[in-house]
């Protein structure tokens, strides 16, 4: 199944709330600068992990998706991304719903629980996100099809 890649500033995507930061107010004295991110996220739980994701520069074709009973929350923050996002819906991947899109740096993601995604990959070398999440497994799916991003 071919899905045409298409810029996050162009799409909307159920599920899924989207921030570019570029345009975020930074407080700044002497010695720091603060930026807040205007994407908040709510946690089912208190028990919350953080780490960067790093990816490389791949194919965008993607057989098989991840879903948490628990939202994540991303912040792009070096490299362009092209990642999957595809709704369940009575618990099997909806094929139709399929989305590749592209993320560039200074964007914040929350993706929400439920949500069917798989990890992006570098449009060129490489891509960095912090990701924020709860405590939490990654169950996944295999799609009835591969989708290939064009």
Same mark, same amino acid.
């Given at each position: 199944?071919?899905?045409?890649?298409?810029?996050?500033?162009?799409?909307?995507?159920?599920?899924?709330?989207?921030? &570019?930061?570029?345009?975020?107010? !930074? @407080?700044?004295?002497?010695? &720091?600068?603060?930026?807040?991110?205007?994407?908040?996220?709510? &946690?089912?739980?208190?028990?919350?992990?953080?780490?960067?994701?790093?990816?490389?520069? /791949?194919?965008?074709?993607?057989?098989?998706?991840? @879903? /948490?009973?628990?939202? +994540?929350?991303?912040?792009? &923050?070096?490299?362009?991304?092209?990642?999957?996002?595809?709704?369940?819906?009575?618990?099997?991947?909806?094929?139709?719903?399929? =989305?590749?899109? $592209?993320?560039?740096?200074?964007?914040?993601?929350?993706?929400? !629980?439920?949500?069917? /995604?798989?990890?992006?990959? !570098?449009?060129?070398?490489?891509?960095?996100?912090?990701?924020?999440?709860?405590? =939490? +497994?990654?169950? $996944?799916?295999?799609?009835?099809?591969?989708? @290939?991003? +064009?």
């Amino acid at each position: 199944m071919k899905v045409k890649i298409q810029d996050l500033k162009d799409v909307t995507i159920k599920g899924v709330n989207v921030a &570019f930061t570029d345009t975020c107010e !930074a @407080y700044k004295e002497d010695f &720091f600068e603060w930026t807040a991110f205007p994407v908040v996220t709510q &946690f089912k739980t208190d028990k919350i992990m953080s780490g960067v994701l790093q990816g490389w520069h /791949h194919t965008p074709n993607f057989s098989v998706i991840e @879903y /948490h009973v628990d939202a +994540e929350q991303f912040y792009f &923050f070096e490299g362009t991304a092209l990642m999957l996002f595809i709704d369940i819906v009575d618990g099997k991947p909806a094929m139709d719903t399929a =989305q590749i899109v $592209r993320i560039p740096a200074g964007t914040q993601l929350d993706i929400a !629980a439920g949500k069917g /995604h798989f990890v992006a990959v !570098a449009e060129g070398c490489t891509f960095k996100a912090v990701v924020v999440s709860p405590v =939490q +497994e990654a169950p $996944r799916m295999d799609l009835a099809e591969t989708v @290939y991003g +064009e």
